[in-house]
Each structure stands twice: as structure tokens, then as C-alpha cells.
């Protein structure tokens, strides 16, 4: 059996009665997260220009964007509330991987839910599908991944695939061919960091999951091989992997117990720094002009992903260690506000 169909057919088969109290209650957690960065992201300038880019093209009104009075197509909602959900770096994040779980598999979801009828217990169940999916393709690339790849770009869209297939009704061969048509738009490098396309790559994530799922449910084609395949997911775009933990107690542990809310707007790399420097302004009364000189000792991957040290815009920001340091001694604060241009 191929990975993809193995994976298709615990999507098909998993059942709400069978999930533990605890594992519901972090979807609850998670939603309710999501929402609120969403809302807390919708008058980004991301949102606002891809707004003016789409809606003159979207095809209906019958989806909400989340924070915001206009309405949209279902794939451009996905899109949307995707993108502002992640545009402040607040979303919830698997911590082993770095993947967001909830920005592709929720803003999939809600979208499809306005589009058909969906109970709440079917979007719950369709949730942890999903999530669960995309966390195991995360455990089994991110040692490559994270250097390289947003792996919420890459790993994300098949959450949103396999939850908008299980939402949809697909069958195991279409959820097979659902995850293969998501490996074919896994994508998105981190040199796009500190610009809008990165809030853009996690909202493609859920548009192309759900855009698999409706191709999918047609009869639309890809390859059962598309994870461990030659040519496929993991050694084009991972060459370092452990396909073995894409499936080790898949439906008997759940990742999304592993799931985690940021105390900072910014990667959670900078977030030790962060603690750190609050800690040492709250203990000693410390104010910036008392301070000459800040010493970090943090580890080689930290200065690699946030070494930006005079960042133009607060986007970049949120990807320097030096302004974060900066600003949790200044401010004793590391939010939407330290992050910002201003």
C-alpha cells in the first residue's frame, strides 16, 4: 500500500466517537485560535492589496473573510483568511516542526462550510484529520525542511487536502488522488521572509488543499505514489527523511496534543531571546539608556533564520534577534505593535 493511500484511508475511516477528550479539546483551542489571529490580521496591507489583486476575479460572494465586511469565492476565501490568520507570525505552531497547523486546514475548512451544509462535529473531525496529516509529513521532513522550505507551504496544503476530502465525503482511491494533487503545489522557500509572500505561502496552502479536494471529488487524477516515489514529495524536496513517521500511531496518538500558542508576533526562534532579555528588564528595572551593549548566546540556527540586523519594515522585523532583544528590553513586549513599521 502507498503511503498516500494509507493516509486516505485513515481519512475515510476515522470516526469523531474515537478521538479523546483531549485531542477535542485542543481543536476547540486551535479554532478559536486561528479566528482571532485572522481577525487580528484582516486590515494587514497583505490583506488589503490581495483583496484589490482578486476580488474584481472572484466568482461569488457566499464566503466570509474573517475581520472584514467583503465576501468572496470559496478558493479565494481559503486564500485570504489563510494568509491574514499568519500575516502577524501569532498562528499556533507544532513546535518539533515549525509547521502552523490551523492557517491551511481551518481556512480551508470554513470556506468549504459556507459553501455546503458541514455539522460541527464534521468540521471538528475533518480538522484533526487534517492537522494530523500535515504534522506527520512535517515529522518526517523537517530536519530538511526548516532551512529551506515553509514547511506550512509544503506539509500544510496536504492537512487542507485530506480535511476538505473528509469534509467533502471523498473515498479512499479520491483522497488518494487528493494528496497527490496537493504534492504537486507543495511549495514555498524562506527567502521569502519578511515580505507579504510569506503570509501568502500559508494561505496557498489551504487554497491548493481544498482546490485538491474539488479536483479530486471530479475524478481528477494524480500519482498513489506521490510521497515516497521517486520523482515524488520527499526525495525531490526532502532528501534527508523518515517516511516511517508519517504513519507511527497514526489514530492512536494525535500530533495535535504537541500543538502550541505563541506569546510573541515572530518565529519562535527568537523566542527564548525574548523571555530572556523581559526577564532581566523586570528583575533589574532595567531602561534602555542604562543599557550599552547586549550579548546573545543562542544557538547557529537562530542567527541563520532571524539574522536580519537593521530590518527595514515590521515585516522583516520579525525576523531579526536584534530587534527582538531590542524591543522586549525597551518595551517589555513583543507584539502586533513591537512588530510593526512604526
Given amino acids: 500500500m502507498t503511503l498516500a493511500r494509507e493516509l486516505a484511508r485513515y481519512a475515510v475511516t476515522a470516526r469523531y466517537a474515537e478521538l479523546p477528550a483531549a485531542a477535542l479539546h485542543e481543536v476547540k483551542r486551535a479554532l478559536l485560535h486561528w479566528i482571532g489571529c485572522a481577525v487580528g490580521g484582516a486590515q494587514h496591507p497583505a490583506v488589503e492589496k490581495t483583496l484589490a489583486a482578486l476580488a474584481p476575479f472572484a466568482t461569488g460572494n457566499r464566503c466570509s473573510i474573517l475581520g472584514r465586511r ?46 455546503q451544509a458541514m455539522s460541527g462535529r464534521g468540521l471538528m473531525l475533518a480538522f484533526i484529520i487534517g492537522v494530523e496529516i500535515e504534522c506527520r509529513i512535517a515529522n518526517a521532513v523537517w530536519f530538511a525542511h526548516n532551512s529551506h522550505w515553509y514547511i506550512t507551504g509544503t506539509a500544510g496544503v496536504f492537512g487542507a487536502a485530506a480535511a476538505a476530502a473528509r469534509a467533502l465525503g471523498l473515498d479512499e482511491n479520491q483522497t488518494t488522488h487528493a494528496l497527490g494533487i496537493a504534492c504537486a503545489q507543495a511549495a514555498g522557500t524562506r527567502e521569502m521572509a519578511g515580505t507579504m509572500t510569506k503570509a501568502f505561502i500559508h494561505g496557498r496552502a489551504a487554497q491548493n488543499g481544498l482546490t485538491a479536494a474539488l479536483l479530486a471529488q471530479q475524478g481528477f487524477t494524480a500519482a498513489e505514489t506521490s510521497l515516497e516515489g521517486p520523482h515524488g514529495f520527499a526525495q525531490v524536496l526532502a532528501p534527508e527523511h523518515d517516511l516511517k513517521a508519517v504513519t507511527a500511531g497514526l489514530g492512536s496518538t494525535y500530533e495535535i496534543l504537541s500543538n502550541s500558542y505563541k506569546p510573541f508576533a515572530c518565529g519562535v526562534v527568537a523566542h527564548p531571546v525574548i523571555d530572556a532579555c523581559i526577564g532581566l528588564r523586570n528583575e533589574h528595572k532595567l531602561r534602555a539608556e542604562e543599557i550599552a551593549s547586549v550579548a546573545l548566546t543562542v544557538n547557529p540556527r537562530a542567527l541563520e533564520l532571524t539574522g536580519i540586523k537593521a530590518p527595514p519594515n515590521g515585516l522583516k522585523s520579525k525576523w531579526s534577534i536584534y530587534h527582538s532583544a531590542a524591543v522586549a528590553l525597551v518595551d517589555g513586549a513583543a507584539g502586533e505593535h513591537q512588530y510593526s513599521d512604526e
Fill in 70 to 115: 467583503e465576501r468572496t469565492d470559496a478558493l479565494n476565501a481559503a486564500l485570504i483568511n489563510g494568509l491574514s490568520a499568519h500575516v502577524l507570525d501569532f498562528d499556533d505552531t507544532h513546535l518539533r516542526t515549525l509547521l502552523h497547523p490551523s492557517v491551511p486546514v481551518a481556512s480551508a475548512l470554513l470556506a468549504l462550510g459556507e459553501h
